[in-house]
């Protein structure tokens, strides 16, 4: 990765929380409409079509809360580095990289909600309604992998993409967090200064990591 490390802005929470917010969901859009030429038939691409769609909305929403893209053009080709450095080789692991992804983001901001100021909130109050969580093209998104992979008797290649992908999103977690105190600052209330905020932030992230990890197992994955 080539991003500059070593000169943190002093943009507001706001701008940076949405310019990540952004970058993750125009990245999302970008795997998932890529992963068009893998799909196997004409469901799995109408399935790609609705899932986009979602991811659609939330990028438009996020966009509102942006007043310049100076964070932004920080933060797009940081989190645009996972789709470069692990991309999906198959329709399976099209299917896997979203569900990895957003249950990733929805179990972090699930720990940290209740410490949101309401600017750094979606319209509807909560994020769970708002990345799909049991509604919408996600249950047949989800649906259609879980068939996918008990089928497979060999199941190594998508627990190695599943660990590259983890390892890669927590690489850049890390050092946005270590870049941007005052948002790390925001998610965890600690007050303490930039370490404090820091453990927490870890602390918080283990426990994803745990819960992704059970998942995985549930897949029948080696996490």
Not at 44 to 59: G, H, K, M, P, T
Not at 67 to 87: A, C, F
Request: aromatic share 6%; charged share 25%.
């Amino acid at each position: 990765m080539s991003i500059d490390d070593t000169n943190p802005d002093d943009s507001s929470v706001v701008t940076i929380f949405w310019s990540v917010a952004a970058s993750c969901a125009l990245h999302g859009f970008s795997a998932t409409v890529s992963g068009m030429v893998l799909a196997p038939g004409l469901s799995e691409r109408f399935l790609i079509v609705d899932r986009s769609a979602e991811i659609q909305q939330i990028l438009a929403e996020a966009r509102t809360h942006l007043t310049d893209r100076t964070v932004l053009v920080e933060t797009e080709p940081l989190i645009g580095s996972v789709e470069e450095y692990v991309p999906s080789r198959s329709w399976s692991q099209v299917l896997l990289r979203d569900h990895i992804v957003v249950d990733l983001i929805a179990d972090f901001l699930d720990r940290v909600e209740p410490n949101l100021a309401p600017e750094l909130r979606p319209a509807c109050g909560s994020f769970g309604p708002w990345l799909g969580r049991g509604t919408g093209s996600r249950v047949r998104w989800d649906a259609v992998m879980r068939h996918i992979i008990a089928g497979q008797r060999d199941k190594s290649a998508e627990s190695l993409f599943a660990r590259r992908l983890v390892g890669e999103v927590l690489s850049v977690a890390q050092r946005l967090f270590a870049r941007h105190q005052a948002l790390t600052a925001a998610l965890t209330k600690a007050g303490g200064g930039e370490f404090d905020d820091l453990d927490l932030i870890n602390e918080v992230m283990a426990g994803v990591l745990n819960v992704h990890d059970e998942r995985m197992i549930d897949l029948g994955l080696e996490p």
